[in-house]
Every structure is written in structure tokens, then in C-alpha cells.
């Protein structure tokens, strides 16, 4: 059950909101090899990544922690990884808006498109302001999401990554947490109705819980939710208690695991083989992977102290799970993560791992 306000006493001092510290740390993966095939078609890369100026506009000005440098860290992460070359470049698209209303109430997205043509006001409670264009903007992370699905069933690629995605606190009748539009609720409706797939896993490593795709599903019992975050006690939204295992015929579908302020990567991988478990006995036919990077140490908003170590460890068993049970259908979204040199890192980690020859 939600827990309102999310913002119990309990928190250790001198967390939560302390400064952003910037840690120094050592890439915890190689480039691989200039030489990548094995992707859908002859020697095309395994891997779509959409970037373009129309994605990097979904953001919430420059005094905001969703700011518009964040898809620009995560290019010059890249190209300093050398992985330009080893990936497929994909130019972002706008989804139609009966697209959005899959997932999304129709009274809600044409509340968005009032704000976003007025220019000003907020979206929610206070953290997801109004700017002129974020209808446009927040389609775009759909529509881009959207492609990559379409890409992978296409045989365009066997993987995709879309970083400015994976805004899981939108709900599907408002705004939260820097989230409009929620790609992965989306992108879960038009894998059942165009694509055909049932079982469908998601699985979230952001330092929040995914709380709009959790709710958004909380009764399906084949929308198979692994959440790794931060304890809600201590972290907004303040949901994901391990209890909370999905409703009805969902019972046992969902698995919340809270993390304590400070895990490190020693307790990610004691969480993590928990997650590949679930994962492998539920037998999914897509994966959705929200890597949010707010979990490594430094993020301005977050207490968890993960390395990107944990990102490739993620990357690295989903790949492998999606390749025993899915095909390889693996979609990554890029979700959170407010110190821009941590962002850069954990994405291009994220990216190493799916680029590679499986
Ligand atoms: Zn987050």
C-alpha cells in the first residue's frame, strides 16, 4: 500500500539531501571488441540507442535535478568509452497520442497538453514542473520507447537502450517524481495488444521504487515486477515494501526488495542473484530493464552507495536471461540518476554489456 508523503522520520542524519559527491571511479568494464555482429541482420550491432536533441528535451530546466545536461553526459560517456561505433544510432520519435492512452487516461493527457501549451504551472505536488513543449518532449520518450520494441520485433536490433526513459512514478492519471509519461506502462500495454506477448518481465535498479509501473500492474498476473531500491522509509515515493507482492490472482508476481541507506555492491549482489531467480523461474518473453543510475554513490537525491559494478552485473544477467528466455529481447531504460559523471558512467556500462556478442 502507498505510504502518503513517503517521508517518515527515521532518516540518518546527514543523508538524503547532502551535497553531491563526485567519486572517482575506476571503469568497471572494457570496450569490447571493434569487431560486433550477431545482431538481427548480417553484421549490424546487437544494440539500438536513441539519442537526438528531441529526446535530450525532456527535461526540467537547469536548476532542476532532471536537467538538460543529462542525455549529453551520457554521449560524452560514451565516445570517451569508445563505444560510438559499437552500437546502432536511432533518431527518437513522437508517439501518437492514442499511443499514450494506452496507458494514461485520456483526461490526464490532454491536462498535459493544456500545461504544456500555457508553458507554465506544475504537473504535480511540486516536483514535475510545467515548460512549453513538455507534451512534445514527454511523447518523445514514449514514442522512442515504443520504436525500440518495435525495432527488436522487427529484427532491427536484438537490444535497445533509450537513456532519457524509464520515468516509472508517472501514474496512469498524473504526474510524479520528474515523470510525465510513464514509457514502461506504455510500452507494457502495446507489447500485449500489438505485439502479442504475455509474460512480460520488469525489472528496476533505479534508488527509487517504480511506483507508477507497479501500481499501473499491481492485479496482472503476468506483469512480473523485480524492484530493487532504496527502503521507502527513508526514500520518496515511499512505497515497495517487501510485502507488497501484487493483488489477487497478481499475488506472488511481484518482488520488492528494499534496499537499506548505504548498500553497497556487496548487497546489490546478494539482492541481485534474488532478482535473476525470479526472473528465470517467471519464464518472460520480453524484458524491461530500468537501469536508473541513483543508485551509485555521490547522486545528490539518493543514500545507496552502489558502483557501476552493479549496473554490469545487472546488464550482464539480463542479457544472459533474455538470451535463454526471450531471444534476447531485452529493452533498457535509462531512469534516474542526478550526478551527471555517475549517469555517464553507469549508462555506458549498461551499454558495454549489451553491445557485446552475447
Ligand atoms: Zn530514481
Redesign the pocket.
Known amino acids: 500500500m502507498p505510504i502518503p508523503g513517503g517521508d517518515p522520520a527515521g532518516v540518518p542524519p546527514g543523508t538524503k539531501n547532502g551535497p553531491s559527491r563526485h567519486h572517482r571511479q575506476g571503469l568497471a568494464f572494457s570496450p569490447p571488441p571493434a569487431r560486433v555482429g550477431e545482431g538481427g541482420r548480417g553484421t549490424e550491432p546487437p544494440l539500438c540507442v536513441y539519442l537526438g536533441e528531441a529526446l535530450g528535451r525532456y527535461a526540467f530546466g537547469e536548476h532542476h535535478p532532471f536537467g538538460p545536461h543529462r542525455l549529453p553526459a551520457y554521449e560524452a560517456a560514451l565516445a570517451e568509452a569508445g563505444l560510438v561505433g559499437a552500437v546502432r544510432r536511432c533518431a527518437p520519435v513522437e508517439a501518437e497520442r492514442a499511443e499514450i492512452e494506452r496507458f494514461h487516461t485520456a483526461t490526464y493527457v490532454a491536462r498535459v497538453r493544456a500545461l504544456s501549451e500555457a508553458g507554465h504551472g506544475l504537473l504535480d505536488a511540486g516536483d514535475t514542473p510545467a515548460f512549453p513543449g513538455v507534451y512534445e518532449a514527454a511523447a518523445t520518450v514514449v514514442g522512442s520507447v515504443l520504436d525500440a520494441v518495435a525495432a527488436i520485433f522487427a529484427g532491427r536490433c536484438r537490444r535497445a537502450f533509450v537513456p532519457i526513459a524509464g520515468l516509472h512514478h508517472a501514474r496512469r492519471d498524473g504526474a510524479a517524481g520528474f515523470c510525465v509519461f510513464n514509457d514502461a506502462g506504455v510500452a507494457i500495454e502495446v507489447l500485449r495488444a500489438v505485439h502479442g506477448v504475455r509474460r512480460i518481465a520488469y525489472v528496476d535498479i533505479?534508488?527509487?521504487h517504480g511506483d507508477g509501473v507497479f501500481y499501473g500492474f499491481e492485479s496482472d498476473p503476468e506483469v512480473y515486477i523485480a524492484d530493487l531500491h532504496e527502503d521507502g522509509r527513508y526514500l520518496f515515493p515511499g512505497t515497495g515494501a517487501a510485502a507488497e507482492t501484487g493483488r489477487g490472482e497478481a499475488a506472488g508476481s511481484k518482488f520488492n526488495i528494499p534496499m537499506p541507506p548505504g548498500a553497497d555492491d556487496r548487497a546489490f549482489a546478494r539482492a541481485w542473484q534474488e532478482v535473476e531467480g525470479f526472473v528465470e523461474r517467471v519464464r518472460p518473453e520480453f524484458i524491461l530493464f530500468q537501469c536508473?543510475a541513483?543508485g551509485l554513490a555521490g547522486d545528490p537525491l539518493t543514500d545507496l552507495r552502489y558502483s557501476v559494478e552493479s549496473h554490469t552485473r545487472a546488464a550482464r544477467g539480463l542479457k544472459r536471461l533474455a538470451g535463454r528466455c526471450c531471444e534476447g529481447r531485452l529493452l533498457a531504460l535509462g531512469?534516474?540518476g542526478y550526478d551527471l559523471e555517475n549517469l555517464g558512467r553507469a549508462w555506458a556500462a549498461v551499454t558495454a554489456v549489451l553491445a557485446g556478442d552475447d
Open positions: 533505479d534508488a527509487h536508473g541513483d531512469g534516474g
